[in-house]
């Protein structure tokens, strides 16, 4: 069972493992199956890396996060100011997010990815302002809909007792995948690569 490394993506075994496969391959009737040695499909190399890297920015917090109270607090606030009382839906609503805009939000980023319209501010303004009455951590609270609601996870104590609620930026999950989604590709390269090469063409006529 020698291994040979210097050219992992050929092979990983010496001519003579190789040889032996050949030989068994096609001295094998293998219950009289034919098995080809064809190459693994590049489209489906493609395939299985693109969901890979697609799982992962779907969950990861940049993309998959849902929005969370906090970033529509500064929208609320505006909400009973006269000039936007005065104003139609649409108009007010580009007036509220142009203005928190301009006043430098550090929510900017999750603003622009999660936008709101004026009946969907409504919805959740009465929620939103008994939290804060309530001294809660926005963060903590996620919007889901016309419902604010605590989110679902569960990170470290703060100092006051309390538990953090809102998604890490990374956490364990994505550390664990990462791992058996190496050791899952690693296995399946040594698995081909113990194997002859796909240019070696099994004859089955010695099949009897």
């Known amino acids: 069972m020698a291994w040979k490394f210097d050219n992992p993506l050929q092979t990983l075994t010496t001519e003579d493992q190789n040889q032996a496969a050949r030989d068994l391959w096609e001295g094998e009737s293998l219950g009289g199956i034919k098995e ?13 890396i693109l969901t890979i890297i697609t799982a ?12 969370t ?29 142009n203005t928190v805009k301009s006043q430098g939000s550090k929510w900017a980023a999750l603003q622009e990815r999660h936008p709101l319209e004026m009946d ?21 609270y996620t919007v889901v809909g ?8 569960e990170g470290n104590y703060r100092a ?3 538990r953090e609620r809102h998604q890490p930026y990374w956490d364990k999950g994505y550390t664990i995948d990462i791992f058996f989604i190496v050791i899952f590709c690693v ?18 006529s010695k099949h009897h």
């Open 36 to 48: 080809d040695n064809n190459r693994l499909p590049q489209p489906v190399v493609t395939l299985l």
């Open 56 to 67: 992962f920015m779907i969950t990861f917090p940049l993309w998959g996060q849902r929005p």
């Open 69 to 97: 109270a906090a970033i529509y607090e500064e929208y609320i606030a505006l909400m009973d100011d006269p000039n936007v009382q005065a104003m139609s839906d649409e108009k007010a609503m580009k007036y509220i997010v």
């Open 120 to 140: 969907d501010l409504r919805m959740i303004k009465d929620q939103i302002i008994e939290l804060q009455n309530q001294s809660a951590y926005m963060q903590d």
């Open 146 to 153: 016309d419902k604010v609601v605590i989110a679902n996870f």
């Open 160 to 162: 006051d007792g309390t």
């Open 187 to 204: 296995s399946v390269i040594i698995a081909v690569k113990r194997l002859p090469n796909y240019s070696f063409k099994p004859d089955h």
